[in-house]
DNA sequence: AGAAGATAGTAAACCGATTTAAAAGTAGTA
DNA sequence: TACTACTTTTAAATCGGTTTACTATCTTCT
């Protein structure tokens, strides 16, 4: 027998006014303030069992009105349709729901003026901390919040000036070990193709790689690809890239959005790989680990940046955390080299 | 210059006080009805001018609270980290915002009590319209927001007993057509590989299978495979069927998952596509596309799927269709033919 | 002049909770 | 008896809007 929901009506002066005490009385019971506030153990009972009776669920919207508070965690993500993004998505979403928080996400299409209409929007409705991967140009908004102590936790990228929690990977290592990796297995000529992006992530990635050719001695190439999320206008860039530099033996992607377009101009010209061009590629994914040969890539530790972003917020959230200023923590890649990237034997 | 908002206090009550008229009369001037309700032209351009000068933004809160909308719509899919779904997400939430609604998502693991705690928390939140792709066992809770005069659109799968607005695909029509393929090239064990479910798009999948064996006078050979997120779950069956039926020379995975933890296991094994087992996927994906060979799928017209979706919703909710009691929407797929499905020249 | 009607605006109730400040009851004590 | 102290309970304010019902003034018409 399956209790009906009384997911009707049924408020808080119903409560008081059947049982004969005040709402006031019902509120500190519910709040778990009944000691506290001397309520009577009898009371307390009475209020309890009839609670449970009628499946009586307070209004949030009625509360967060009167707190200010309303257990919503806004997610802003570059876009979730994004493999890596729908996962650490996820996988937050499932911890914040154990711990009584809901999840809003969105797309920022790393659109500043996007995100700031959404981060108003959150602001608006009483949102009580943000998780954000941002883009460029809000760290005014970014400053904002803090300012008005509300949890932010950046990840995957931070802004230069704005102090706030923060989850990121070693990319500069990442891209450096990977290039070294390429320079070893005796490639010379290595492109590294990217978003054109002055994200920290991007950034540091392009550090590595260049830090990595500049050792070894080699000469670097470098195609910025203008951020989109539409494929065609990656895979143009791309083929007239590789069309035009023939001469290259191994291809490094900065992304795996860019890395699969890659893939697919790399199938399309009939390239051999690694025959031709080795390639590796930031990011782990389906993708990679099936195409044949299996691509090199760098992989992120998914489980480990959901994981520490929605610990170090939960936290901020439970106040027991005030007295630290920020963290920032730095987790490591693996990088998984596969067929795409080995020199095949003389 | 940017105009500093002031995302702070300011109410309709300090508006009023201010302006020196009634928060009744704000209100209305803030809800277009001030030509209804006769307020002076005056006094609107007052208010009006003021209200921009401030950067006033009704609290969405308050609004909710007192008219019981929200201007948020619930999305609730399998599995919002499968790109299926994460793409329509994209796409939905694209549309949504446009029109003023918000979205909120979260995957429901086609696990029934998941989704009834889901359905009631978003119920407790008033939220104006529901999009779900509902696992099976919740036909009741479906039925009772429906009986709340609640827009609810189902997609992906239906419910039976339940009328309500839906967008499916032509499951069916999709399996038959592509196993008649499998057959008209010359391929006579055809395997299915599938999640066990008694969902109806996938009950759909299997008999179109069925029919298409059936008119060819082939045996079936339906693996079914008990529904997981962990893929290691589903690699394990697959590649346990696949080692005991060697004498198979098709296969055909009904899902996206179940299609690429079905090419990992073939190329595990060392198989050869299509020359000792030919390979055909439901949905489309890039894993599918980039493979080599380039894997046969079925390709859902997900624009289509994610427009009509919201569209059918935005009706309900702009109130103009409540005389229609109910509409079903079945699109077309499109087979895209690949090389693994090609029987080689003999 | 008086009734009816239009015009312009507002006070107060309401949505459903939390919280402050205080009241009511009870017991102990001087 | 009156006064303090403690326990138990509650009325009312509040959060920030929307909406109902009503007032007050000015025209217009018979």
């Known amino acids: 027998m399956i209790i009906k929901q009384q997911l009707k009506k049924i408020s808080i002066a119903d409560i008081a006014r059947e049982l004969h005490v005040s709402k006031t009385t019902v509120s500190f019971i519910l709040n778990g303030r009944a000691e506290e506030k001397r309520i009577g153990r009898e009371v307390v009972e009475r209020v309890q069992k009839f609670i449970e009776e009628v499946g009586y669920r307070p209004n949030p919207l009625a509360q967060s009105l009167r707190t200010g508070k309303s257990n919503i965690i806004a997610l802003m993500v570059e876009d979730i349709s994004n493999p890596f993004f729908a996962s650490i998505a996820r996988l937050i979403e499932d911890r914040a729901y154990k ?19 959404l981060i108003s929007m959150f602001r608006e409705r009483h949102v009580d901390g943000y998780i954000i991967a941002p883009p460029e140009g809000i760290e005014d908004e970014i400053s904002a919040l803090m300012k008005a102590k509300m949890p932010v936790v950046l990840f995957d990228r931070h802004l230069n000036d704005v102090k706030t929690d923060l989850v990121e990977i070693d990319n500069m290592f990442s891209t450096y070990n990977a290039t070294k990796h390429l320079t070893e297995q005796g490639f010379k000529k290595i492109a590294y193709v990217t978003f054109s992006s002055n994200q920290s992530q991007m950034l540091a990635r392009l550090d590595g790689y260049n830090k990595a050719l500049e050792e070894s001695g080699y000469k670097p190439f470098v195609k910025e690809i203008a951020f989109n999320q539409n494929d065609d206008l990656i895979i143009g860039p791309i083929t007239a890239f590789l069309k035009k530099n023939k001469n290259l033996d191994a291809v490094f992607f900065g992304t795996n959005h860019v890395g699969t377009c890659g893939l697919q101009v790399i199938t399309d010209l009939g390239i051999q790989v690694p025959s031709d061009l080795a390639v590796v590629s930031f990011d782990d994914y389906n993708v990679f680990k099936m195409h044949s040969p299996p691509v090199t890539a760098i992989s992120q530790p998914i489980e480990a940046i959901a994981d520490n972003v929605i610990t170090v917020l939960l936290n901020r959230l439970n106040t027991s955390s005030q007295h630290i200023s920020s963290q920032s923590i730095v987790l490591k890649t693996d990088l998984h080299i596969r067929g795409s990237s080995l020199r095949a034997a003389q």
Chains 1, 2 share one sequence.
């Open 99 to 117: 711990n009584g928080y809901k999840i809003i996400y969105c797309s920022t299409d790393n659109d500043p003026a996007k995100t700031r209409d």
